[in-house]
């Protein structure tokens, strides 16, 4: 058992290529708060890119950063944070839910497409991720995309890397879109709806013109009864203006609180990000994606412990009973089912990805064989 | 530009091809007769012409599905076709290639309000995807200005971009599935109405491959509900780098326009002659438009003035009504027209940290000095991605050479300054032998592979993207018996 710590991409590509030439399989770890995150990684040997670490770019006035793969989450958003930026993907803190610790990394947000709330509007980290640098199975390094934000120079492997999960290589460098921070939030609050109206209103607020920048919907909110939530973001006259419009197009499901209070809509969206309900809950964790409408029809289908609808109704977390397989109960929904949290044993009997149609995952394994022909990078986390 | 020898081995077997072809399609949908290939025989870079073996218009996936069944067992290669609206070439077919056209496929398979969703077969042009749900208010949002022609097929495959992809993104950020087809035939379903891939994102990496890893049929997209509205505001500068720190400005100040747009000069100039918008006479001038409700409107124009106001403009115009709107827009609409009429122009279409704006401009005004051809500046300045029209003449011997010439060195300064060969309009073979400037060995080997993966035989589009000097030992040379 040993734990390689490259301090530059150089030593990275030469561990690896070592690495690759003894058929020495590898754990790939940023902070590791992730780490039980998917299949268990058949690895004795660990490579940590925390050696790997510093924001190389930022210029705010062309909404770009770039930083090494190690690099602190908390580093990269309070550098943005001092130029009222930030990334508008809102990637979860997973340590409450997973019960771990240590220290998010960049690279770690990037390797399992990280992304919260505001993803049913911004996009996920993928759509902010302009380029990439990474060491591939061999380690040859590799640099895809770039700083700058429209780009379709060859192949998009940008995308790629983003949810790989370290299988396809070890990212050294990533660059990102960002967004301006918003000065004002509101959050509109309806009490009482079924998880079918919470749906329902929730999308009939997206199909407005007011920006809606989060829906989540909680069947049991924090003190014990039907929240829905809905978020508005922006210039405070344009958030009270939107948030009138949106409260009247809404009326037939009720007469919603407004609140507008800056730590308490921070804490209520850091609720439903890091599924904070089911943090220290017995039972095992999945997160379903569907199209919304088909959000209610999920729950009810697996009939969960817990219940959390966020991406209007389209992300369902779901807490049941440890083992629990829920995918059977799924069949006949277009969607996915991950596995996030589950003992050891659950995670190497059930898939945590589902599976996927055989012309695809021959298309996948194909693609693995090709960025890692010896299988030497987490072996087992993706299957 | 080279275009590899056609094999002729494939050509003497023309006959049995479009027999085959013949017993999965109609006969109207098999084009085979020289005068009518002439037809398919180049893209919008005109430039570049050759007709293709055979040209085939299937009407559903599943004669899609046939005819690259067929032709991966006769191992003849396939240029995927949209509607020929690429500046690259990419659609540009070789002499012994079966070109797939995708037209006839454009029906509205669903829309889906409450889940924001259309589906779409792949030959439906751009615009009619908003047109088909514009009663209810939405719209489509990446909005290329070949909107009226261009596929989302072509759409998809170029990953193409629009003027509003600032605040909407481009096409990869709101494409949520496809039903593709391999090379082989076997149909594939990608993504669909859901966010977030279950294990490998292979929508992101079909996105933007130039038709070389499958043949896109049907397409789920992302349909959003309008804007209450959207108003321009019009600033003029006596100094690029003015109006460089200008935009950052903006951007930093939290404010994020739909759209910033930039002409320089000689665009300034040659749109006020043909269009006669009423332009101010300066050295930059900016178009900037945000959307909301009118109240929301003055607010963000507000800041965006007191900004502008901060460098000094020789103008500065802000709309007053839906005319004025009209007026301010109309000189940057027509420009592509009216730098046409002065010459022949070549669109360049590299991007650059928006930074590098004021260097850039200066360099390549030098440029045009040393290469002796004017060049106008019109762009997408809020995401850097520069349209640099190079003017030239057609009938001149020699001017063509001069002027690609002339653009690979712009698109050299591109990269050099941090930015790449092309923002949203693809490599095709256009910008293909440039590709090193951008890429080492590896980089490239590295996508290379990838189409290995979907395409081991490289048949789809083989002579596309990467340069002929890298792919040639993959191109298969010898058809399959
Ligand atoms: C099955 C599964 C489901 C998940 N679901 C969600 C989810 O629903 N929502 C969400 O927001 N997040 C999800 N995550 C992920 C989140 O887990 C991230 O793992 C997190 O950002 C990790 O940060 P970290 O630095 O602590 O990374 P770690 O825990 O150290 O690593 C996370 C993963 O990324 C790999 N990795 C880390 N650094 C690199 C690098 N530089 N190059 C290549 N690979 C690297 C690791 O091997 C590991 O697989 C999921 C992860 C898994 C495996
Ligand atoms: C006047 C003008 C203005 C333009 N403005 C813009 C602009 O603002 N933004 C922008 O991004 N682009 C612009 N373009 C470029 C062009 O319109 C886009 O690249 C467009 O997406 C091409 O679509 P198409 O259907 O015409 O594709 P085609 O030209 O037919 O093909 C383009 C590529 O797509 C591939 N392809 C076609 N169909 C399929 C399929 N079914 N499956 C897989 N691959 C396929 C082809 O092989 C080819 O490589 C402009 C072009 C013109 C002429």
Redesign the interface.
């Known amino acids: 058992m040993m734990t390689l710590q490259p301090r530059s991409e150089s030593d990275l590509s030469e561990a690896v290529a070592s690495a690759y030439a003894a058929k020495t399989p590898l754990e790939i770890v940023g902070g590791g708060t992730r780490r039980t995150l998917g299949g268990p990684v058949q690895a004795a040997d660990t490579l940590s890119t925390a050696g790997l670490s510093g924001i190389t770019l930022y210029e705010p006035g062309a909404l770009t950063i770039v930083a090494q793969a190690g690099t602190p989450l908390a580093e990269v958003e309070a550098a943005l944070k001092a130029e009222n930026q930030r990334l508008p993907f809102e990637p979860m803190d997973h340590r409450a839910l997973l019960g771990t610790e240590g220290e998010p990394t960049i690279g770690g947000v990037v390797a399992a497409n990280v992304s919260g709330p505001r993803r049913f509007q911004v996009g996920a980290c993928r759509d902010s991720l302009i380029g990439v640098r990474y060491v591939d199975g061999q380690g040859t390094a590799i640099k895809n995309g770039g700083r700058v934000m429209k780009n379709v120079t060859g192949y998009d492997i940008v995308k790629l890397m983003a949810g790989s999960y370290g299988t396809l290589g070890v990212l050294s460098e990533v660059s990102f879109k960002v967004l301006p921070d918003t000065a004002h939030s509101s959050v509109l609050l309806f009490e009482g709806l079924s998880d079918v109206d919470a749906v329902a209103c929730m999308c009939a607020a997206m199909a407005t013109p007011y920006e809606v920048s989060g829906a989540a919907h909680l069947p049991v909110g924090m003190d014990g009864a039907p929240v829905t939530m809905l978020r508005l973001e922006g210039f405070e006259k344009s958030v009270a203006y939107r948030a009138g419009e949106l409260a009247k197009a809404l009326a037939h499901f009720g007469t919603p609180k407004v609140e507008s209070d800056p730590d308490k809509t921070a804490a209520g969206w850091r609720y439903i990000r890091d599924v904070e309900a089911f943090a220290g809950q017995p039972g095992d964790v999945w997160r379903v994606s569907v199209k919304p409408t088909d959000g209610p029809k999920v729950a009810a289908a697996v009939g969960a412990q817990g219940v959390v609808y966020d991406w209007s109704g389209g992300l369902v977390w779901l807490l049941v009973g440890e083992g629990t397989d829920i995918r059977p109960a799924l069949a006949g929904i277009a969607g996915h089912a991950t596995l996030i949290r589950a003992s050891a044993s659950t995670r190497a009997a059930i898939p945590a990805f589902h599976p996927e149609a055989a012309p695809l995952a021959k298309v996948t394994a194909g693609l693995r064989a090709q960025f890692d022909p010896a299988g030497i990078l987490n072996p087992g986390r993706m299957g | 530009m080279e275009m590899p020898a056609p094999d002729a081995r494939i050509l003497s077997r023309k006959a049995q091809v479009v027999q085959r072809l013949l017993t999965v399609l109609p006969k109207d949908a098999v084009i085979h007769e020289e005068a009518e290939t002439r037809a398919y025989e180049c893209d919008a870079l005109t430039a570049y012409r050759c007709p293709p073996m055979v040209a085939v218009l299937p009407s559903n996936t599943q004669e899609v599905s046939d005819v690259l069944r067929i032709c991966h067992q006769e191992g003849v290669p396939v240029v995927p076709r949209g509607s020929g609206t690429s500046l690259a070439g990419g659609a540009l077919p070789t002499a012994d290639c079966v070109i797939l056209g995708v037209a006839r496929l454009n029906d509205v398979l669903e829309t ?6 259309i589906k779409v077969q792949s030959g439906r042009t751009n615009l009619s995807v908003t047109g088909a749900v514009e009663e209810e ?2 719209f489509y949002a990446p909005d290329p200005s070949s909107q009226l022609a261009c596929a989302i097929a072509g759409n998809i495959a ?2 193409s ?1 629009g003027a509003h ?1 600032l605040k909407y ?2 096409t ?2 709101n494409l949520l599935g496809v039903t593709m087809v ?1 090379m082989d035939g ?1 149909v ?3 993504g ?14 079909i ?3 130039e038709g070389q890893l499958g043949v896109v049929t049907e397409a789920t997209l992302r349909i959003l ?4 509205g959207a108003r321009p505001v019009l600033m003029g500068f006596d100094d690029n780098e003015v109006a460089g720190a200008c ?3 903006i ?6 326009p739909v759209a910033i747009e930039f002409m320089d000069r000689p665009c300034i100039e040659a749109t006020e002659k043909f269009a006669k918008a009423g332009y101010p006479d300066c050295e930059a001038l900016l178009i900037v438009e945000v959307e ?2 009118d ?2 409107i003055d ?2 124009l507000s800041v965006i003035m007191d900004i502008a106001r901060s460098h000094n403009p020789v103008e500065l115009r802000e709309s007053k009504s839906p005319m004025e709107s009209a007026a301010i827009w109309k000189g940057r609409k027509s420009a592509f027209g009216a730098m046409g009429q002065i010459n022949d122009y070549m669109c360049l279409d590299g ?5 590098q704006l004021p260097f850039v401009l200066r360099r390549i005004g030098e440029m045009s000095k040393e290469y002796g051809l004017k060049v106008g500046n019109v762009f ?1 300045a809020g ?3 520069m349209h640099p029209l190079i003017l030239f003449d057609a009938n001149k011997p020699g001017d063509l050479e001069l002027c690609e010439a002339f653009g690979a060195d712009i698109l050299k300064l591109c990269v050099e300054v ?10 095709g073979i256009e ?1 293909r032998d440039l ?1 090193f400037d ?2 080492n060995p ?3 080997e ?2 290379l ?6 395409d081991p035989q490289w048949l789809l589009n083989p002579a596309k ?1 990467f340069p002929l000097s890298v792919t040639e030992t993959r191109r298969t040379p010898i058809a399959a018996e």
């Not at chain 2, 889906?112 to 969703?117: E, F, K, M, S």
């Open positions: 889906d309000y409450d889940n924001r969703i208010d939405f170029m990953n971009g992809c993104g481009v990869t950020n391999m076997t594939v379903e990608v669909g109405a859901h966010l977030d891939a279950p294990g490998l994102d292979l929508l992101g990496i996105c933007g491959s509900h309008k804007p209450e935009v950052a400005d951007i930093k100040a939290g404010v994020l909301g409700s109240a929301e607010e963000q991007t650059i940290p928006v930074s997408h995401d850097g991605n941090g930015g790449c060969l092309t923002g949203e309009h693809g490599v910008k590709m951008q890429f590896e980089d490239m590295a996508q592979k990838i189409k290995d993966v979907f993207v």
